[in-house]
Protein backbone atom coordinates (compact mmCIF):
# COMPACT_ATOMS: atom_id res chain seq x y z
CA UNK A 1 0.00 0.00 0.00
CA UNK A 2 1.12 3.48 -0.69
CA UNK A 3 0.84 6.66 0.95
CA UNK A 4 -1.65 8.04 -1.96
CA UNK A 5 -3.52 4.56 -0.73
CA UNK A 6 -3.52 5.89 3.48
CA UNK A 7 -4.71 8.72 2.71
CA UNK A 8 -7.60 7.36 1.48
CA UNK A 9 -8.31 4.95 4.24
CA UNK A 10 -11.01 6.71 6.87
CA UNK A 11 -9.76 6.61 10.60
CA UNK A 12 -11.85 7.93 12.82
CA UNK A 13 -11.12 10.76 14.76
CA UNK A 14 -13.18 10.00 17.78
CA UNK A 15 -12.52 7.00 20.51
CA UNK A 16 -15.50 4.96 21.96
CA UNK A 17 -15.26 2.88 24.83
CA UNK A 18 -18.25 0.36 25.74
CA UNK A 19 -19.01 -0.85 28.86
CA UNK A 20 -20.72 -4.29 29.10
CA UNK A 21 -20.67 -7.45 31.78
CA UNK A 22 -20.09 -11.38 30.44
CA UNK A 23 -23.37 -13.25 29.68
CA UNK A 24 -23.84 -17.08 30.91
CA UNK A 25 -24.54 -17.77 27.07
CA UNK A 26 -20.95 -19.40 26.16
CA UNK A 27 -20.56 -19.82 22.73
CA UNK A 28 -17.69 -22.41 22.48
CA UNK A 29 -15.72 -24.66 25.29
CA UNK A 30 -12.18 -23.22 23.22
CA UNK A 31 -10.29 -20.67 24.40
CA UNK A 32 -10.86 -17.49 22.46
CA UNK A 33 -11.53 -13.69 23.04
CA UNK A 34 -14.24 -12.40 25.42
CA UNK A 35 -15.62 -10.57 22.64
CA UNK A 36 -16.38 -14.11 20.38
CA UNK A 37 -17.10 -16.29 23.56
CA UNK A 38 -20.57 -13.88 25.32
CA UNK A 39 -23.50 -14.67 23.34
CA UNK A 40 -27.12 -13.92 24.91
CA UNK A 41 -27.45 -10.99 26.20
CA UNK A 42 -24.65 -9.63 25.19
CA UNK A 43 -25.20 -9.81 21.54
CA UNK A 44 -26.96 -6.55 21.35
CA UNK A 45 -23.99 -4.76 22.70
CA UNK A 46 -21.75 -6.65 19.97
CA UNK A 47 -24.07 -5.55 17.28
CA UNK A 48 -23.32 -1.87 18.72
CA UNK A 49 -19.82 -2.04 18.92
CA UNK A 50 -19.92 -3.57 14.80
CA UNK A 51 -22.72 -0.85 13.98
CA UNK A 52 -19.80 1.77 15.83
CA UNK A 53 -16.57 0.90 14.01
CA UNK A 54 -17.64 3.44 11.08
CA UNK A 55 -18.15 6.12 13.05
CA UNK A 56 -15.13 5.66 15.90
CA UNK A 57 -12.44 4.15 17.56
CA UNK A 58 -14.28 1.49 19.43
CA UNK A 59 -13.32 -0.35 22.42
CA UNK A 60 -15.17 -3.00 24.59
CA UNK A 61 -14.42 -3.83 28.26
CA UNK A 62 -16.42 -6.25 29.81
CA UNK A 63 -16.34 -7.12 33.69
CA UNK A 64 -16.37 -10.75 33.88
CA UNK A 65 -17.23 -13.12 36.67
CA UNK A 66 -13.78 -14.88 36.38
CA UNK A 67 -11.23 -12.07 35.57
CA UNK A 68 -12.86 -8.82 36.58
CA UNK A 69 -12.84 -6.06 34.09
CA UNK A 70 -11.25 -7.02 30.84
CA UNK A 71 -10.93 -6.06 27.28
CA UNK A 72 -12.93 -7.72 24.43
CA UNK A 73 -9.87 -9.16 23.03
CA UNK A 74 -8.72 -10.52 26.12
CA UNK A 75 -8.57 -14.55 25.29
CA UNK A 76 -10.95 -16.66 27.83
CA UNK A 77 -12.67 -19.69 28.18
CA UNK A 78 -15.90 -20.86 29.70
CA UNK A 79 -16.09 -20.30 33.65
CA UNK A 80 -18.96 -21.64 36.18
CA UNK A 81 -19.78 -18.44 37.60
CA UNK A 82 -21.41 -15.28 35.91
CA UNK A 83 -22.41 -12.80 38.48
CA UNK A 84 -26.35 -11.37 38.69
CA UNK A 85 -27.16 -9.95 41.88
CA UNK A 86 -26.09 -7.31 43.61
CA UNK A 87 -24.01 -9.25 46.27
CA UNK A 88 -22.86 -11.38 43.08
CA UNK A 89 -20.79 -7.85 41.88
CA UNK A 90 -19.97 -6.57 45.47
CA UNK A 91 -18.32 -10.43 45.63
CA UNK A 92 -16.36 -9.85 42.50
CA UNK A 93 -15.18 -6.41 43.32
CA UNK A 94 -13.62 -7.84 46.63
CA UNK A 95 -11.81 -10.19 44.33
CA UNK A 96 -10.94 -8.20 41.36
CA UNK A 97 -11.50 -4.47 41.57
CA UNK A 98 -13.00 -4.30 38.47
CA UNK A 99 -14.40 -0.21 39.36
CA UNK A 100 -10.66 0.17 39.73
CA UNK A 101 -9.99 -0.89 36.37
CA UNK A 102 -12.86 0.91 34.84
CA UNK A 103 -11.70 3.68 36.37
CA UNK A 104 -8.53 3.81 35.68
CA UNK A 105 -9.42 2.88 31.93
CA UNK A 106 -11.75 5.26 31.69
CA UNK A 107 -9.37 8.55 32.72
CA UNK A 108 -6.87 7.43 30.68
CA UNK A 109 -4.97 10.73 29.13
CA UNK A 110 -2.45 11.53 25.79
CA UNK A 111 -1.48 14.36 26.93
CA UNK A 112 -4.01 16.79 28.27
CA UNK A 113 -6.25 15.01 26.24
CA UNK A 114 -8.77 11.96 27.58
CA UNK A 115 -7.92 8.75 25.35
CA UNK A 116 -11.90 8.14 25.42
CA UNK A 117 -14.12 10.63 24.13
CA UNK A 118 -17.38 9.35 24.69
CA UNK A 119 -18.17 6.08 27.35
CA UNK A 120 -21.23 4.28 26.33
CA UNK A 121 -22.11 1.89 29.65
CA UNK A 122 -24.76 -1.11 29.34
CA UNK A 123 -24.86 -3.09 31.99
CA UNK A 124 -27.95 -4.04 34.43
CA UNK A 125 -29.18 -1.67 37.14
CA UNK A 126 -27.33 -3.63 39.95
CA UNK A 127 -24.16 -2.96 38.29
CA UNK A 128 -24.82 0.16 36.69
CA UNK A 129 -25.20 1.17 40.25
CA UNK A 130 -21.78 0.45 40.98
CA UNK A 131 -20.09 1.51 37.96
CA UNK A 132 -21.23 5.34 37.77
CA UNK A 133 -19.13 6.18 40.68
CA UNK A 134 -16.03 5.65 39.38
CA UNK A 135 -17.10 7.24 35.56
CA UNK A 136 -16.50 10.77 34.76
CA UNK A 137 -19.12 13.65 34.69
CA UNK A 138 -20.14 14.53 30.66
CA UNK A 139 -18.69 12.39 28.63
CA UNK A 140 -20.85 9.40 29.42
CA UNK A 141 -23.67 7.31 27.45
CA UNK A 142 -26.00 5.90 29.80
CA UNK A 143 -28.16 2.73 29.20
CA UNK A 144 -29.69 2.35 31.92
CA UNK A 145 -32.88 2.08 34.13
CA UNK A 146 -34.92 4.92 34.74
CA UNK A 147 -34.12 5.51 38.26
CA UNK A 148 -30.70 6.84 37.09
CA UNK A 149 -32.01 9.01 34.71
CA UNK A 150 -32.27 12.60 36.68
CA UNK A 151 -28.62 11.58 37.83
CA UNK A 152 -27.35 10.66 34.15
CA UNK A 153 -28.86 14.23 33.58
CA UNK A 154 -27.76 16.25 36.61
CA UNK A 155 -24.13 15.00 35.27
CA UNK A 156 -24.45 16.09 31.91
CA UNK A 157 -24.63 12.41 30.31
CA UNK A 158 -27.01 11.12 28.00
CA UNK A 159 -29.76 8.59 28.92
CA UNK A 160 -31.29 5.99 27.28
CA UNK A 161 -33.74 3.83 28.97
CA UNK A 162 -32.87 0.44 28.90
CA UNK A 163 -34.78 -1.61 26.32
CA UNK A 164 -34.15 -5.05 24.88
CA UNK A 165 -31.54 -6.92 26.71
CA UNK A 166 -29.05 -5.04 27.22
CA UNK A 167 -29.29 -2.06 24.73
CA UNK A 168 -32.01 -2.28 22.48
CA UNK A 169 -32.63 -2.01 18.77
CA UNK A 170 -34.20 1.78 18.71
CA UNK A 171 -31.57 2.75 21.27
CA UNK A 172 -28.98 1.15 19.08
CA UNK A 173 -29.98 3.30 16.79
CA UNK A 174 -30.10 6.33 18.29
CA UNK A 175 -26.70 6.06 20.33
CA UNK A 176 -25.33 5.74 16.44
CA UNK A 177 -26.91 8.88 15.32
CA UNK A 178 -25.57 10.55 18.27
CA UNK A 179 -22.32 9.65 17.72
CA UNK A 180 -22.69 10.39 14.17
CA UNK A 181 -24.03 14.09 15.29
CA UNK A 182 -21.54 14.56 17.53
CA UNK A 183 -18.36 13.73 14.58
CA UNK A 184 -20.15 15.87 12.40
CA UNK A 185 -19.92 19.10 15.07
CA UNK A 186 -16.29 17.75 15.80
Given amino acids: MNSEE ?49 EADVSLGIVSGRFGFIPANYVVMPYPWVPESKEDFELLQSKRDFLGAIKTTASIKVGETYLYDKIIVCVPKV ?13 VIAVTNPQFKEECERRGWSYYKRGGSRVGKKNAEAIIREIEDWNAGA
Fill in 6 to 54: CEKIKVPDKRVFVITNDSAVFLTNKWVSAFDMFGGRMTEVKNLVKDLCN
Fill in 127 to 139: LFEMVKDVLPDDR
